[in-house]
């Protein structure tokens, strides 16, 4: 099968597609055929090594991609719940994997509760945006545990992840401050929030929200915006806030993804339902993993990038 290698740490010019050996299902194990796989800034910096500090035992090369839409092809010994031609969407969590099984590829070997089924009509291209993006924007509102009819404001509401955190915060009641991308108002403005702000808005004034959502990240000075005693949550640590946070009893967290069949199935049927909108800006072949990193790195995109093995 075809797959792409980062062969070194470096620019997007480090990606090869090489020819390997078919996986086959392991124990516990599905074979995926993979036919769209999501590009997100997590495989920029993997490739860029800007997460060696955090996972110092994944060198070069290695294979990159979480997110995958496809077909089950077989199953190994003693895995339950998916056969043969089977639709679905699944995430593998590649820090789990140290990059030797990735999305970027034909073929990948996975554990069944990676995976959730897809259904009929579902693009497969859109379908590869769900899996990470939507999973951590679900997480990160469930770590904020806001209160019914809470006040929340989400950066990045343009983005992969704040685009469908705006989206499930609205439908769980809350009223949201959204911060949109440059010319990109209109399309956050349909996904229902209260409120749409320019992402050059001074955030201080935009409180004092309940809790935030920093999908961005912004960093730190975006708790000018949040009350006494609310709620942050980070998609990346934070640079130190100062001790002004901490004597406002504001509570802090970084979310770190996981896997989630059950959240993720259900997650799948809203799209399927059109409850749940995503966008793609291009997909390319595998071979265009190089483009789509420039693409992604230079911002400005409408939708995901998607390579399609």
Known sequence: ???????????????????????????????????????????L?????????????????FLLGW???????????????????DRVVGMIPWPHTKGRVAAYAELAAVDPSWLAPLPDGVDLAAA??????????????????????????ITGASGGVGGFAVQL?????HRVVAVAGRDDEDWVRGLGPAEVLPRDADLAKAGPVDAILDAVPVG????????????????????????????RGVRRDVILVRPDRAALRGLAADLAAGALRTRVAEVLPLEGAPRAHVRAAAGGTHGKLVLAP
Do not use: C, H, K
């Open 128 to 153: 590869s945006t769900l899996p990470l993006n939507a999973l951590t924007a679900r997480q990160a509102l469930d770590l904020l545990a806001p209160a019914p009819g809470s006040t929340l404001l």
């Open 45 to 61: 910096a993997a490739r860029a090594g800007a997460l060696r500090a955090m996972l110092p035992d994944i060198l070069p090369p």
């Open 1 to 43: 099968m075809r797959v792409v290698e980062a062969m070194a740490f470096g620019g997007p010019e480090t990606l090869r597609v090489v020819e390997v050996a078919d996986p086959v299902a392991g124990p516990g194990e599905v074979l995926v055929r993979i036919r769209a796989a999501t590009v997100n800034p997590t495989d």
């Open 220 to 247: 730190g000075e975006v708790e000018d915006a949040v009350r006494d005693g609310g709620a942050v949550v980070y998609t990346r640590p934070p640079r130190p806030a100062g001790a002004a946070g901490d004597r």
């Open 67 to 85: 997110d995958l839409a496809g077909e089950v092809v077989a199953a190994g010994p003693d895995a339950a719940g998916y056969r043969e031609g």
């Open 169 to 173: 915060a609205v439908r769980d009641g």
